[in-house]
């Protein structure tokens, strides 16, 4: 069964670090995600992809961080300056027709220390 | 503004023992209801799409039904390997014609034990 890739699996990086995390959605499929979920917490939308452009953002998604699809098969979120704040579960996701039953990766648990 | 609340927030069941998760939800339009599964360290996992009021799907133990209000995930006589953690997501209707984002309740976290 076809199945979205994240790597790392986990990466702890410094306070004021960049980090790139990196996903390899479904072939077919046109509509890519990130999410995020804190320790306990609720799964939160951050961005959606869509005709190489981002078609909707949340709050959480400020000028720190950034979505690229670089080329046919990879879909990146980079944050420039992390904080604290930052350590979570990120899921990458995508989905054939933007309706809801998106298929999630395993996600990259990120630790800012 | 959308939201969504699932209860309760853990359930405790003997295998075998039959029971209800409950997720209320309130949404300016309601393009469809999800389940999910979770379990630890991993991410969600796709289980049903409802679309409206009255709807149903099945899978295996699993039965997801749907109303204007609430959705309830049916678990009949369920076995260990069930236990995770049940979230459900709402998707609204965008008017600006991008596809609305998913919101997620907290979920509720199932331990079936033999």
């Known amino acids: 069964e076809p199945e979205v890739t994240q790597t790392p699996s986990h990466q702890v990086t410094q306070m004021g670090q960049e980090v790139i995390l990196r996903c390899v959605p479904i072939s077919n499929h046109l509509y890519f995600y990130w999410y995020r979920q804190i320790l306990g917490q609720k799964v939160e939308f951050l961005v959606s992809f869509y005709n190489n452009e981002i078609s909707e953002k949340s709050e959480i998604f400020d000028d720190q961080f950034s979505v690229e699809r670089p080329d046919g098969s990879n879909f990146t979120l980079k944050i420039r300056s992390t904080k604290l704040e930052d350590s979570a579960m990120y899921f990458c996701a995508s989905s054939g027709d933007g309706v809801g039953g998106y298929t999630f990766g395993s996600g990259t648990r990120l630790t800012v220390v | 503004e959308d939201q969504v609340t699932q209860s309760p927030e853990a359930l405790r069941l003997q295998e075998g023992e039959s029971s209800s998760l409950n997720c209320s939800y309130t949404?300016?339009?309601?393009?469809?209801l999800f389940w999910y599964r979770q379990d630890p360290g991993k991410g969600p996992e796709f289980l049903f799409t409802?679309?409206?009021a009255g709807e149903e799907k099945e899978k295996e133990r699993l039965k997801a039904t749907l109303t204007k209000k609430e959705s309830f995930l049916h678990i009949t006589a369920p076995k260990p390997e069930d236990s995770a953690t049940y979230l459900c997501?709402?998707?609204?209707?965008?008017?600006?014609?991008?596809?609305?984002?998913?919101?997620f309740g907290k979920g509720t976290k199932l331990s079936v034990k033999p």
């Open positions: 949404v300016s339009g309601l393009r469809g």
């Open positions: 997501a709402v998707q609204s209707f965008n008017y600006g014609g991008s596809q609305g984002n998913l919101i």
């Open positions: 409802l679309y409206s």
